[in-house]
């Protein structure tokens, strides 16, 4: 029986928390920061996910079995070595690994050596790279910042005037360092998919696919947003192409990873697309996803804790995950305005009345008053998630759920997984 310590409070890590919180083998689940809804499932710690720290200190006074990192940014600062280090078992990448995510020109070279299926690309610091690479494409072409940039590093350019604007923004320091150096991509063109397995620095495990929605409205309209709904598995990635992008993908790049003495170890997020010429890279992320971390361990029916622990111990070989055969899809509700400026306060009435046998709601973004008052604490802020035995049965079951849920400072994208 293990005490385990949770690092994050939003979606995603509710959702961790709920998978922890199930295992046989967790005794006590600690989360830092957590939040008010996963206040249910452990004991909420003052500190925040990036006061690497603060993090420690807590490691040491708390002594936990197991430590879990939730988002990129601790990741990418080095918090899972500074535990290891420490002698703490943690799940989660070395900032070394954790560059795949943290440096697209890193993960582009990466890709580029293991002989991994990508678009064409230019890394570039000045704008007469830029100005060049742009021009090679003929103006349908992806400026991308270099660095973590809250998802929004990227410019996908209808020509070559939007293209050469975005680059010297993004020169000029729109991102701060995380574009000082940027790539040019060849724009490719097909059904966008995620794949995550876990590598535990040699052996590879399919972990679940999903497909998100970016947009903020309905008909993929409006801005990028960092998710409004997802579905599992993705529709678009069948057993072959899944299998395909093990092999072609996955694999070498585990490989890749330790034969240059940075072994990946914890949960990869390879996001496709699905091209004529086959499965190609658009990015990865060193963590599960938010919102597909809430679609996909609702599915997974094996022990997650488990899972992790043989990640770390390098036992993965040995692992086999078994799923729920039915389709989860999760609809983000969002406060009005998100992702621009958006109110924090508005009272979310239902809620405790939403969720049901098949299905579960997590929160993103929410506030508990003493008296038990919902309220939105942020720009996402509930995810819905609903099983069904096809997508149009999740579907049904996750937007049934939204509708018992009273919130006039909120909305919903109404066609997640509609098509
Ligand atoms: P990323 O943050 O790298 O996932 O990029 C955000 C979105 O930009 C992706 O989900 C794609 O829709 C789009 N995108 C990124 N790279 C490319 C590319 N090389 N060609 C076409 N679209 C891309
Ligand atoms: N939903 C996209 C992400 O977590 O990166």
Redesign the pocket.
Known sequence: MMKILLIGSGGREHALAWAISGSALTETLLIAPGSDAMAALGRCMDVAADDLDGLLALAEAEQPDLVVVGPEAPLVAGLVDRLTVAGFAAFGPSAAAARLEGS?AFAREACARFGIHQ?GFTICHDMDTARAAIAATGGAC?I?ADGLAA?K??V?AEDAEEAMTAAADMLKGRFGDAGATLLV?????GP?ASLFALVDGADVLFMGSAQDH?RAYDGDKGP?TGGMGAVSPAPRLDVALQAQVMEEIVSPLARGMADEAMPYRGILYV?L?LTDTGAQV??FNCRLGDPEAQVILPRLRSDFVAAMLATIEGTLGHVSLRWDERSAVTVVMAAKGYPGSYEKGSVIAGAETAAGDDVMLFHAGTKIDADGTLRAHGGRVLAVTGLGRDVGAARGAAYGAVDKIGWPGGFCRRDIAAE
């Open positions: 697209k678009p992806v991308k998802g590093g990227v996908v991509e060849e724009r490719i063109t966008e970016k990028n996001g697309m658009i990015e």
